[in-house]
């Protein structure tokens, strides 16, 4: 096995990711068969549970109700519902249902007691429940624990430094803050980020520097490609090269030789061939279901058979980490506490938002 660094430096990570691509790929693909069976990929599927009409300003997010994109928002789905969707995922061989809400942070009340209410439904389904709900308190994250949550997703998304150039309204200690309230569960941390927004090389390495120091590091990072959606800041972004999708998968496996890699946001333009260098690099899981959120992601079925065609067996649930046990409603050791948390609002200006949603305000 080799070692799990928590000191890696940009500078580090910077002459890893440009490496000569088959140097890159050989050692990528060393360090996943150290630690992973390389014929395995774990497939979650996402469902957006609330969609839409979000109070924050990420530059990236078609869910953010100051810009104006084509999306259809919807109010919180019901248990039922969520239940329905989580047996046909589990039905085309996904081991994880991701439930995403368009929330800044979540509150104490009746919707986050659904929420918890999905999360016990889909545990005794025997798949694995992951949550991004956006920031979360510590007995937040323990209520959630108690319900038989597996993992939260909550991502980093670039560098400290170009954070600040996406978001304004929340800051990057917010996010550390919510990642270690997880910790402080048995629940595990999903936590990647974005590659495309208009980052340099350095910001790329920077994230991955702010992941792999994490002690733990984080059991699964989704490696999203920006999704350009019409009416956000980042519009106009050009598509990422499927080299450098390649290179970050590599660098990703390199600095976090457990984690499990996923390719996420952006498969759609992707080719096979791509997504099976990415694999190859050093990828073990990817998001599956015909959505990602609000955007497109490529057919189950076509999934299913890019597995057939390269000899890759689907993941089952709790392969890694032992069932969590689910705690019911009424025989709950924790109450809701009401808190009101300071999570930060910097309100800096970046200009593209400000464009952006005074573009909205014509349009709307
Ligand atoms: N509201 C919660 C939050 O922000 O943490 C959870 C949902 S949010 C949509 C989850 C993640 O989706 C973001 O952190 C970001 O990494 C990813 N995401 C959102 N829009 C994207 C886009 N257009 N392209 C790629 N990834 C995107
Ligand atoms: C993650 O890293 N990517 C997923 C999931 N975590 C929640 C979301 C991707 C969203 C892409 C844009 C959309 O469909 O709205
Ligand atoms: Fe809201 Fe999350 Fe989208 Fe940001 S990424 S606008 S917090 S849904």
Redesign the pocket.
């Known amino acids: 096995m080799s070692e799990i660094r928590h000191n890696w430096t940009k500078e580090e990570i910077i002459k890893i990711y440009n490496k000569p691509l088959m140097e890159l790929l050989y050692e990528a693909a060393t360090v996943h068969r150290l630690h992973h069976d390389p014929n395995v990929v774990q497939v979650s599927t996402l469902l957006s549970i609330k969609t839409g009409g979000?109070?924050?300003?990420?530059g990236?997010?078609p869910?953010?109700a100051r810009y104006h994109t084509n999306i259809e928002g919807n109010d919180l789905m019901s248990v039922q519902q969520v239940k329905a969707q989580a047996l046909r995922a589990k039905a085309t061989g996904s081991s994880r249902v991701c439930m995403g809400a368009?929330?800044?942070n979540v509150k104490d009340g009746e919707e986050f007691n659904e929420v918890l209410e999905m999360v016990r439904t889909i545990n005794k389904l025997d798949m694995e429940v992951c949550c991004t709900l956006?920031m979360i308190t510590e007995n937040q994250a323990k209520r959630l624990a108690e319900a038989g949550l597996y993992a939260y997703n909550h991502n980093l998304d670039s560098s400290e430094e170009y954070y600040k150039e996406v978001?304004s309204t929340r800051g990057y200690q917010d996010r550390l803050d919510t990642i270690d309230n997880v910790r402080k569960t048995n629940v595990t941390v999903c936590s990647g980020g974005i590659i495309g927004m208009g980052e340099n090389l350095e910001d790329r390495a920077g994230m991955l520097v702010a992941l792999s120091t994490l002690n733990p590091q984080p059991e699964s990072t989704p490696i999203n490609a920006l999704v350009a959606v019409e009416g956000t800041p980042l519009e106009d972004e050009k598509p990422v090269e499927i080299w450098d999708m390649i290179r970050m998968v590599a660098a990703t496996r390199i600095v976090m030789p457990e984690t499990q890699v996923r390719l996420s946001a952006g498969r759609t333009q992707m080719s096979k061939e791509g997504q099976a260098m990415c694999f190859f690099a050093g990828a073990n899981s990817i998001f599956a279901g015909d959505k990602l959120l609000t955007t497109p992601n490529p057919d189950v079925n076509e999934d299913m058979k890019m597995f057939e065609l390269l000899g890759l067996n689907t993941q089952k649930p709790f392969t890694k980490k032992v069932q969590p046990q689910t705690v019911e409603a009424n025989d709950s050791q924790l109450e809701p506490l009401g808190e009101k948390p300071k999570w930060t609002r910097p309100e800096h200006t970046i200009e593209r938002n400000e464009a952006a949603k005074e573009k909205a305000k014509t349009l709307k």
């Open positions: 979000c109070s924050e300003d990420c990236y997010c869910q953010a368009a929330w800044r956006g978001i």
